[in-house]
């Protein structure tokens, strides 16, 4: 029988990641229609409503109640304000293992946000989920998702060679696809040891451009 994520909300100190719901459709669509977003993943350009209500309303919850993933919307805790997106896919229940990235709008860069709600997510994995495993692929010019990697104490276990398609813009405003390699980074339960008090002794989480 096919395991499931539950329907849960997890908590950070600035942070709260929950389900999607119909009330983010405006602001969903806004953050997916900014150009780092188009650049390094492959939502469609332009990004509708009617797109990020499907995915509110249909994808996502199909992607749950079938055990292929999650999507958690990022919240601000004290403005409720959505910040950006944690998917998790690919998941392999047999040897408790899933995929994981993230999307930060361009109105909520520079505070951490990506780190901190990656964290969050792999903490509740390992310690509620009994997961043993975490990949994350990044693109390999997407220097900012790299950096979010590194800091939730990823590993770099290798390179896909040429295996992703990133976007850049043309003069005349079109996408064109630019094949780039892609970087494999792991992460595992004992991999977290030491990461919370690594980022208190930085101050928290460095801010920075992040994005996947």
């Not at 209500?53 to 999650?70: K, M, N, Q, S, V």
């Not at 780039?180 to 002794?201: H, K, N, R, Y």
Request: glycine share 6%; hydrophobic share 40%.
């Amino acid at each position: 029988m096919t395991s499931t994520f539950p329907d849960i909300s997890i908590s950070t100190e600035r942070l709260v990641l929950r389900a999607l719901d119909e009330d983010d459709i405006p602001s969903l669509a806004a953050m997916m229609n900014d150009e780092q977003v188009g650049a390094w993943t492959d939502v469609p350009q332009p990004y509708t409503e009617d797109a990020a209500r499907t995915w509110i309303t249909e994808y996502a919850p199909t992607e749950r109640t079938a055990g292929r993933g999650l999507d958690l919307a990022v919240t601000e805790f004290l403005t409720q304000r959505l910040v950006g997106i944690v998917q998790l896919a690919k998941t392999n229940w047999q040897v408790r293992s899933t995929e994981l990235s993230y999307v930060i709008a361009p109105w909520a860069r520079g505070e951490g946000y990506a780190s901190e709600a990656a964290l969050a997510t792999a903490r509740w994995l390992f310690r509620d989920q009994k997961f043993e495993r975490i990949e994350l692929r990044t693109a390999a010019d997407n220097t900012a998702s790299q950096q979010v990697a590194q800091k939730i104490g990823c590993i770099s276990e290798g390179v896909l060679r040429n295996a992703c398609i990133a976007h850049t813009r043309t003069e005349d405003g079109r996408w064109v696809d630019v094949r780039t390699d892609f970087i494999v980074w792991s992460l595992l339960p004992e991999d977290l040891d030491g990461v919370g008090d690594q980022l208190a002794d930085t101050g928290g989480f460095t801010s920075f451009s992040d994005w996947n």
